[in-house]
T-cell receptor, first 113, second 115 residues
């Protein structure tokens, strides 16, 4: 089964505080993990891809295969980070590649002034 | 090219009517995907195309749903005999198969309301 779990529906922090959005996955193959972000009234945008190992807008995410997690972190949250964040999964599996994305239910992050 | 586009952005229809949505992917992208998103949920996969071939369909895609991608460019998603449960945001995404091609770029969506 291919599954993504985001345990927090809502997360509220103050500006300047660290933030961690949790993502756990289940996948019988070699996973590709992504974080997508959706700002108010905007389309879904790719934020991070685990394979690129880069920092975007101060966010980082490390794939932990032992814990099957891909948590999104930022040391100092900004008000403009307020958005809906989705963790998503695809990847390689026995029999070929799996290109469809399986999404979690999302976490709504609110950064208060 | 400003990204993936979808038309219409909103559609209100009466139960039992047929509706058709269009998606124009990023021009060099050979893969095209359809997803559905309901309130409080993440997007759920419906189907995908590589060029003009429809390679995978979800069990969510009942026989009232049909998707096409003639000539491997734009795609249409048709829902026949709409039901209230079809009310959702329908998202289209595209990707390029070069270098794995797992990352997908999304359109703004078509919001369908069935009354």
């Amino acid at each position: 089964a291919q599954r993504v779990t985001q345990p927090e529906k809502l997360l509220s922090v103050f500006k300047g505080a660290p933030v961690e959005l949790k993502c756990n996955y289940s996948y019988s193959g070699s996973p590709e993990l992504f974080w997508y972000v959706q700002y108010s009234r905007q389309r879904l945008q790719l934020l991070l891809r685990h394979i690129s190992r880069e920092s975007i807008k101060g966010f980082t995410a490390d794939l932990n295969k032992g814990e099957t997690s891909f948590h999104l972190k930022k040391p100092f949250a900004q008000e403009e980070d307020s958005a809906m964040y989705y963790c998503a999964l695809s990847g390689l599996r026995y029999g070929g590649s799996n290109y469809k994305l399986t999404f979690g239910k999302g976490t709504l992050l609110t950064v208060n002034p | 090219d400003t990204g993936v586009s979808q038309d219409p952005r909103h559609k209100i229809t009466k139960r039992g009517q047929n509706v058709t949505f269009r998606c124009d992917p990023i021009s060099e992208h050979n893969r095209l995907y359809w997803y559905r998103q309901t309130l409080g949920q993440g997007p759920e996969f419906l189907t995908y195309f590589q060029n003009e071939a429809q390679l995978e369909k979800s069990r969510l895609l009942s026989d009232r749903f049909s998707a096409e991608r003639p000539k491997g460019s734009f795609s249409t998603l048709e829902i026949q005999r709409t039901e209230q449960g079809d009310s959702a945001m329908y998202l289209c995404a595209s990707s390029l198969s070069r270098w794995g091609g797992y990352e997908q770029y999304f359109g703004p969506g078509t919001r369908l309301t069935v009354t």
